[in-house]
Structures are given as C-alpha cells and as structure tokens.
C-alpha cells in the first residue's frame, strides 16, 4: 500500500518504528558489554547481539529507503525553512541508518576480526587487514557518525513534537501507528 498525501503507508509506519527500536537495542547492548571484563564470554555474547542488530538495521533502512522511493510520501507540512530542513534532516538519517552498520562491518572486516551474527554464521572476510583503516573507521562509526545521528534524532524527535505541540498539524499523527490524521 503506498501513502496517502496525508499518512505514511503502513509499511514504512512499521520499518520506521522497527528501525528506532533496533538502533535503541543495538545501542544498549554495546552500552551493556561493557559491564562484563574482555574474558567473560557474556561480553562477546553482547557484542554479537550488537553486531546482529546493526546488521538487521541495514537490512531495514534498505528495506525502508526502497519503499519510500517507490511508494511515495506524504505532504510535508511546514513553511519557509521547515520542509527543507525536514527533508535534510531525514535524508542525513537515511545516510546515518545504512551508514553505521557499513562503517562497524568494514571495521571488523579490516581490523581481521570475525563477525557472527545470531550465532548462525559468521560473515566473510572480504578485505585484507588493514589496522589504520579500521582503526579510521571505527572513529567514524563509534564517534562521529553516532554523534550526528544523536543530533539528528534531537532535531527529528523535536521536529515532530514541534509540529504536534505547536503548530498543531499531523505531522506526528501520520507516523504513529495508532494515530487518526485529521
């Protein structure tokens, strides 16, 4: 089902949601092996849930960025510099969602580690190690590229209310799963 002028189909209703709370699970579990010393085999366990997450992520965001472009969007509400500064912001997260799970799997991959996910199989390797590369990667991935998607949700999260609270139009009534558009 494509979108209406005025909701979001649910396809992309569902993959946005799906998409937040991967990136809020694969966040906490690198955030929770942290608890455990680098010999606990707990610590591991959370990074491959970590590593199956991301991966699941952009799986998710391709999913997702396919759909949106063959099935449309609803109207963008807003004046002067709100939609563009909407579509920035979207397009810059689109960029960020499919864009760690890249930078984490390129830095395993140069760093030589193996990387399972689901504790089926382990994907394989595809590049020679390279430890200044994925040492540059892993700052991509671990520090600016999570940073900017921290902004970005400020600013997306922030948008919506903006728009529910003040504004008051449907720009979140159409995103949220059980929300009626006026």
Do not use: C
Request: glycine share 8%; charged share 15%; proline share 4%.
């Amino acid at each position: 089902m494509a979108s209406t002028p005025h909701s979001w189909s649910p396809v992309l209703k569902t993959l946005h949601w799906t998409i937040a709370f991967f990136i809020l699970f694969a966040w906490g579990s690198v955030e929770l092996h942290e608890f455990y010393e680098r010999d606990d085999p707990m610590r591991g366990w959370w990074m491959v849930l970590h590593f199956s997450l991301g991966f699941t992520v952009l799986f998710l965001g391709l999913a997702r960025l396919y759909w949106r472009a063959t099935h449309g969007r609803p109207t963008l509400y807003g004046s002067g510099l709100q939609k563009p500064i909407s579509l920035l912001v979207q397009s810059l997260m689109y960029i960020i969602i499919i864009g760690m799970p890249l930078t984490g799997l390129m830095m395993r991959q140069f760093a030589g580690r193996e990387t399972k996910l689901f504790w089926l199989f382990d994907l394989p390797s595809l590049v020679a190690k390279n430890e200044a590369l994925a040492k540059q990667l892993a700052f991509l991935h671990k520090e600016f590229l999570w940073n900017a998607l921290l902004v970005l949700l400020v600013l997306h999260i922030g948008g919506a209310l903006w728009h529910h609270l003040f504004i008051k139009d449907n720009t979140l009534r159409q995103m949220l799963p059980f929300g009626k558009v006026k």
